[in-house]
């Protein structure tokens, strides 16, 4: 039900209404002599009515036409309560002013570390049987406790119900009151004496109340099989959790990365940069950054690549990758050509949806063991224009690095335009530059005062060629001019001479 291209005269000038449904109650036709409105957009599919650009009143108010008001008024009010809750920090506007929300972009690696991947529909699992100490030490704790705590346990209970069998079916427990019979085992009566000594056996404990005698050899042979396994279950297990408990993941949790990464001009060239820093006083051995674009693609031939990577050179050329990370240090990635980054601006960067991982490799220097902390960085955590704060302090005797500006960034003068126009622009203007200093240079040359008397030179000596015979001119119009200077000279020196001889 949607209402005639009709008005009243005191609505407001904006209206939202959602659709009456059955039940309610029918609304009032306005009457004839009502001025038409302007403009009216009426939107069914929406089911509600916008109505802008209502004419001015005119004529005076009726009791119904009040009545009628309020209760538009009323449901106006009702049908903007849920939407002004859905325009939050997280939400935006759609069609009409409804809130709509917000695509949240998901990650493939978290900002801790964690690859957000998971594996399915393996069918050959039996591939983790053949590499079963990895597959152990990478279980959870939970789960490594349970199967350190049930290998020990399965074999002691094994090898126990191995003794008793044996003591039972050499007649050992019909002769345990006969001090002439001589048992497989003394002081075995039962299985649970049995199960402490397959305990004490493995564990090589030997109380000594529950010995192996020398007229069992079936017995010497489990006793021997026993220790030999029991030995392996040990180095197994004992090594498992060794490895576990070394393993340096939680080393890095003490590396950490800046929570954004920012865009400015770095010696009049756009870079990319990002914070990282070590927590621990004990030194990470040789230190190597990488970083990898993660950003889906599709080739020429039509081929779609979900979540192509792209190296992002961090210094690979010059070694800058490789780090002496004992404070922390800024990690740039100068936007060349190169670079993935060369056509984007900062308004292309709003709009772009890609994600860059950025991973440090080293080895721990209390263990040996080779360490990598990860972290990423999403489009709408990258700050055009902005620089990292300084946090490196000159102490008495020492650096006093202040991890609470680790995050820290102010603002700078920074363009918004791309890499590539950047360049280009730089390029015009040392074009410029170039080309007005040569033209400058050949005005200079060739225009002035200089010219007119390099041309009144050059006539008088081409005169006196004529008078004197041919000359002869090195150096151009100078050495000319300075020879036919001379020639007027020795002209009238010659001519003195003859007079006085006359």
């Given at each position: 039900?949607?209402?005639?291209?009709?008005?009243?005269?005191?609505?407001?000038e904006?209206?939202?209404?959602?659709?009456?449904?059955?039940?309610?109650?029918?609304?009032?036709?306005?009457?004839?002599?009502?001025?038409?409105?302007?403009?009216?957009?009426?939107?069914?599919e929406?089911?509600?009515?916008?109505?802008?650009?209502?004419?001015?009143p005119?004529?005076?108010?009726?009791?119904?036409?009040?009545?009628?008001q309020?209760?538009?008024?009323?449901?106006?009010?009702?049908?903007n309560?849920p939407?002004?809750?859905?325009q939050?920090?997280?939400?935006?506007?759609?069609?009409f002013?409804?809130?709509?929300?917000?695509?949240?972009?998901?990650?493939?690696?978290?900002?801790?570390?964690?690859?957000?991947?998971?594996?399915?529909?393996?069918?050959k699992?039996?591939?983790?049987?053949t590499?079963?100490?990895?597959?152990?030490?990478?279980?959870?704790?939970?789960?490594?406790l349970?199967?350190?705590?049930?290998?020990?346990?399965?074999?002691?209970?094994?090898?126990?119900?191995?003794?008793?069998?044996?003591?039972?079916?050499?007649?050992?427990?019909?002769?345990?009151?006969?001090?002439?019979?001589?048992?497989?085992?003394?002081?075995?009566?039962g299985?649970?004496?049995?199960?402490?000594?397959?305990?004490e056996?493995?564990t090589?404990?030997?109380?000594?109340?529950?010995?192996?005698?020398?007229?069992?050899?079936?017995?010497?042979?489990l006793?021997?099989?026993?220790?030999?396994?029991?030995?392996?279950?040990?180095?197994?297990?004992?090594?498992?959790?060794?490895?576990?408990?070394?393993?340096?993941?939680?080393?890095?949790?003490?590396?950490?990365?800046?929570?954004?990464?920012?865009?400015?001009?770095?010696?009049?060239?756009?870079?990319?940069?990002?914070?990282?820093?070590?927590?621990?006083?004990?030194?990470?051995?040789?230190?190597?950054?990488r970083?990898?674009?993660?950003?889906?693609?599709?080739?020429?031939?039509?081929?779609f690549?979900?979540?192509?990577?792209?190296?992002?050179?961090?210094?690979?050329?010059?070694?800058?990758d490789?780090?002496?990370?004992?404070?922390?240090?800024?990690?740039?990635?100068e936007?060349?050509?190169?670079?993935?980054?060369?056509?984007?601006?900062?308004?292309?960067?709003?709009?772009?949806?890609?994600?860059?991982?950025v991973?440090?490799?080293?080895?721990?220097?209390a263990?040996?063991?080779?360490?990598?902390?990860?972290?990423?960085?999403?489009?709408?955590?990258?700050?055009?224009?902005?620089?990292?704060?300084p946090?490196m302090?000159?102490?008495?005797?020492?650096?006093?690095?202040?991890?609470?500006?680790?995050h820290?960034?102010?603002?700078?003068?920074?363009?918004?335009?791309?890499?590539?126009?950047?360049?280009?622009?730089?390029?015009?203007?040392?074009?410029?530059?170039?080309?007005?200093?040569?033209?400058?240079?050949?005005?200079?040359?060739?225009?002035?005062?200089?010219l007119?008397?390099?041309?009144?030179?050059?006539?008088?000596?081409?005169?006196?060629r004529e008078?004197?015979?041919?000359?002869?001119?090195?150096?151009?119009?100078?050495?000319?001019?300075?020879?036919?200077?001379?020639?007027?000279?020795?002209?009238?020196?010659?001519?003195?001479?003859?007079?006085?001889?006359?």
């Open positions: 039900m949607a209402l005639d291209n009709t008005s009243f005269s005191s609505c407001p904006s209206l939202s209404l959602p659709v009456p449904e059955k039940g309610e109650e029918p609304v009032e036709e306005a009457p004839k002599d009502a001025p038409p409105t302007d403009v009216q957009n009426t939107s069914e929406l089911g509600h009515v916008v109505t802008t650009e209502m004419a001015p005119t004529q005076p108010q009726t009791n119904n036409n009040m009545s009628f309020a209760k538009m008024a009323a449901r106006e009010a009702q049908a309560q939407r002004k809750k859905l939050g920090a997280g939400q935006e506007r759609g069609r002013g409804w809130g709509r929300n917000k695509r949240k972009r998901q990650r493939y690696v978290e900002k801790n570390g964690r690859c957000n991947v998971q594996h399915g529909n393996m069918r699992t039996y591939r983790y049987l590499d079963i100490f990895t597959t152990l030490v990478d279980l959870n704790w939970r789960c490594s349970l199967v350190f705590v049930m290998a020990y346990a399965v074999t002691w209970l094994f090898f126990g119900a191995i003794w008793y069998l044996i003591a039972y079916c050499r007649g050992d427990l019909d002769h345990l009151e006969d001090e002439a019979w001589t048992p497989c085992v003394n002081n075995v009566n299985f649970i004496s049995a199960f402490l000594f397959s305990i056996t493995e090589t404990i030997g109380y000594g109340h529950r010995v192996i005698t020398d007229q069992c050899p079936v017995g010497t042979m006793l021997l099989l026993q220790a030999i396994l029991g030995s392996m279950v040990n180095a197994f297990m004992v090594g498992c959790m060794f490895v576990k408990i070394s393993q340096p993941n939680k080393r890095a949790e003490t590396l950490v990365f800046s929570r954004n990464a920012v865009i400015s001009l770095r010696d009049d060239k756009l870079c990319l940069m990002f914070r990282v820093g070590d927590l621990r006083s004990s030194h990470i051995v040789g230190a190597n950054m970083a990898k674009l993660i950003k889906s693609k599709q080739t020429q031939e039509g081929e690549i979900p979540l192509d990577q792209t190296d992002i050179s961090v210094g690979f050329e010059t070694g800058d490789r780090l002496f990370l004992v404070s922390p240090l800024v990690i740039s990635h936007i060349d050509v190169r670079s993935p980054f060369w056509d984007m601006s900062q308004s292309q960067l709003e709009k772009e949806d890609f994600e860059i991982v991973i440090l490799e080293g080895m721990v220097e263990t040996g063991m080779t360490c990598q902390a990860r972290s990423s960085y999403l489009a709408e955590e990258l700050l055009w224009g902005h620089r990292f704060s946090m302090l000159m102490a008495e005797g020492f650096f006093d690095v202040d991890y609470g500006a680790f820290l960034t102010f603002e700078v003068d920074t363009p918004s335009c791309s890499a590539r126009e950047l360049a280009l622009a730089a390029a015009r203007l040392d074009a410029h530059l170039y080309w007005s200093i040569s033209s400058r240079l050949d005005e200079e040359k060739w225009e002035g005062p200089n007119t008397e390099q041309t009144e030179k050059s006539t008088d000596s081409e005169s006196v008078v004197d015979g041919p000359t002869f001119t090195v150096g151009g119009v100078t050495n000319t001019q300075d020879q036919s200077v001379v020639g007027e000279q020795n002209g009238s020196v010659t001519t003195d001479q003859s007079e006085s001889e006359a």
